[in-house]
């Protein structure tokens, strides 16, 4: 399964760089036209999103790759340093929430520190690793209930859960999409309309 994981990315890798000249045909962003230029080196490294000259090359939604990357790089870090922790799964437990809290706070910071008040400046400080530490925690979250749920019988209360949370990320959905006044994509945004999407998108995706 690796492997196969390890295959796809790379096929994915490769599409995503090809994307950059024939994206160039019919939009007017400045492309590198050598397959050997730092740019394109950048895509092939999953980094483009962290440089602003290069945050829309090849397919602009491959930045999603940049931050999966960094969460594959970034988990056996997190992993061993819990192994140095004692307190079991509660200790656990507050790791996950302080990334999370981390995970705000820079958001906060980034967003009061660049652009203005009234726009967000969508830019790689808003793509790196710690801007999705939250949706990293509960990510982790959710495996840490699994793994101690282990073969237990599931909770009858989760059971008869499920479908309030099939509703609760359409409520989510509803309220990002038309509830904060948010009519773009990568639109005026101000810091509070972009934290509220970025927490409700988080709620969505749990």
């Given at each position: 399964p690796r492997t196969v994981l390890a295959g796809r990315l790379a096929l994915l890798l490769v599409l995503l760089t090809l994307a950059a000249p024939v994206r160039a045909q019919w939009e007017p962003v400045p492309l590198p036209a050598s397959f050997v230029s730092p740019s394109q080196v950048a895509l092939f490294g999953f980094a483009q999103a962290y440089r602003a000259d290069t945050l829309g090359?090849?397919?602009?939604?491959?930045?999603?790759?940049?931050?999966?990357?960094?969460?594959?790089?970034?988990?056996?870090?997190?992993?061993?340093?819990?192994?140095?922790?004692r307190g079991g799964l509660g200790a656990e437990w507050l790791g996950l929430a302080l990334l999370a809290a981390v995970a705000i706070a820079w958001k906060v910071v980034v967003t009061a520190t660049t652009g203005s008040p009234q726009r967000v400046e969508i830019g790689p400080w808003l793509f790196a690793l710690p801007t999705f530490l939250d949706q990293f925690a509960v990510g982790m979250g959710l495996a840490v209930a699994t793994v101690h749920l282990g073969n237990r019988p599931t909770p009858a209360w989760l059971d008869r859960g499920a479908g309030a949370s099939w509703l609760l990320a359409g409520v989510a959905f509803w309220v990002a999409s038309t509830q904060i006044g948010i009519s773009e994509l990568f639109g005026a945004w101000t810091p509070l309309q972009y934290l509220g999407r970025h927490l409700?998108?988080?709620?969505?995706a749990a």
């Amino acid at each position: 399964p690796r492997t196969v994981l390890a295959g796809r990315l790379a096929l994915l890798l490769v599409l995503l760089t090809l994307a950059a000249p024939v994206r160039a045909q019919w939009e007017p962003v400045p492309l590198p036209a050598s397959f050997v230029s730092p740019s394109q080196v950048a895509l092939f490294g999953f980094a483009q999103a962290y440089r602003a000259d290069t945050l829309g090359y090849g397919l602009v939604q491959g930045w999603s790759l940049c931050v999966e990357l960094a969460f594959y790089v970034f988990l056996p870090v997190w992993g061993a340093g819990l192994r140095r922790v004692r307190g079991g799964l509660g200790a656990e437990w507050l790791g996950l929430a302080l990334l999370a809290a981390v995970a705000i706070a820079w958001k906060v910071v980034v967003t009061a520190t660049t652009g203005s008040p009234q726009r967000v400046e969508i830019g790689p400080w808003l793509f790196a690793l710690p801007t999705f530490l939250d949706q990293f925690a509960v990510g982790m979250g959710l495996a840490v209930a699994t793994v101690h749920l282990g073969n237990r019988p599931t909770p009858a209360w989760l059971d008869r859960g499920a479908g309030a949370s099939w509703l609760l990320a359409g409520v989510a959905f509803w309220v990002a999409s038309t509830q904060i006044g948010i009519s773009e994509l990568f639109g005026a945004w101000t810091p509070l309309q972009y934290l509220g999407r970025h927490l409700l998108y988080l709620v969505i995706a749990a």
